[in-house]
T-cell receptor, first 113, second 115 residues
Framework: DVKVTQSSRYLVKRTGEKVFLECVQD?????MFWYRQDPGLGLRLIYF???????EKGDIPEGYSVSREKKERFSLILESASTNQTSMYLC????????????FGDGTRLSIL | AQTVTQSQPEMSVQEAETVTLSCTYD???????LFWYKQPPSRQMILVIR??????QNATENRFSVNFQKAAKSFSLKISDSQLGDAAMYFC????????????FGKGMKLTVNP
């Protein structure tokens, strides 16, 4: 089974802090994704990556950046955390074959105080 | 841009009965993929079922089946013999025919299963 591991289940940070959310997958997937999940809004794509050092903006990239130095690891960075970034963050990965399902981590519930 | 609409934010069903979750999408593409994902409370999002648009046959996975109406751009999920473990948020998602594997998700629907 594919395992996507997110470093923290719950995280509390302060406004203005630089926040790192880490995601590791163990299936050698090329594609990795970061989503934000808010009640009533579903999942919204922040950034995705289809290869090491490659990244593309999703629908809501403002205030975020990403890093993919190794194939198995995809990091989401909040450069200067703000209260409106309080949310559930989900990481996912998928193989390169077209139309394959994405595999999700357990999510990180991030609170910015 | 493609959009996915789940018009019912919540539904409930009695254990052992059948329930249908609706999903519609808007696209001008002809070749795409559709997915239903399930997210149990405080648990991981998992794939329920996947449909390829060029396949006429509706996908089925055990108690889960879809009614895919391409012309109507409708992709509903039927859960038969509902179980307490089916209680979850359900998300419909669309993957277009471009080179990117990114998904467009609906807003989700909360399913409650009553004993």
């Amino acid at each position: 089974d594919v395992k996507v591991t997110q470093s923290s289940r719950y995280l509390v940070k302060r406004t203005g802090e630089k926040v790192f959310l880490e995601c590791v997958q163990d299936m050698d997937h090329e594609n990795m994704f970061w989503y934000r999940q808010d009640p009533g809004l579903g999942l919204r794509l922040i950034y995705f990556s289809y290869d090491v050092k490659m990244k593309e903006k999703g629908d809501i990239p403002e205030g975020y950046s990403v890093s993919r130095e190794k194939k198995e690891r995809f990091s989401l960075i909040l450069e200067s955390a703000s209260t409106n970034q309080t949310s559930m963050y989900l990481c996912a990965s998928s193989p390169p074959a077209r139309g394959q399902p994405q595999h999700f981590g357990d999510g990180t519930r991030l609170s910015i105080l | 841009a493609q959009t996915v609409t789940q018009s019912q934010p919540e539904m409930s069903v009695q254990e052992a009965e059948t329930v249908t979750l609706s999903c519609t999408y808007d696209t001008s593409e002809s070749d795409y993929y559709l997915f239903w994902y399930k997210q149990p409370p405080s648990r991981q999002m998992i794939l329920v079922i996947r449909q390829e648009a060029y396949k006429q046959q509706n996908a089925t996975e055990n108690r889960f089946s879809v009614n895919f109406q391409k012309a109507a751009k409708s992709f509903s999920l039927k859960i038969s013999d509902s179980q307490l473990g089916d209680a979850a948020m359900y998300f419909c998602a669309y993957r277009g025919q471009g080179g990117s594997e990114k998904l467009v998700f609906g807003k989700g629907m909360k399913l409650t299963v009553n004993p």
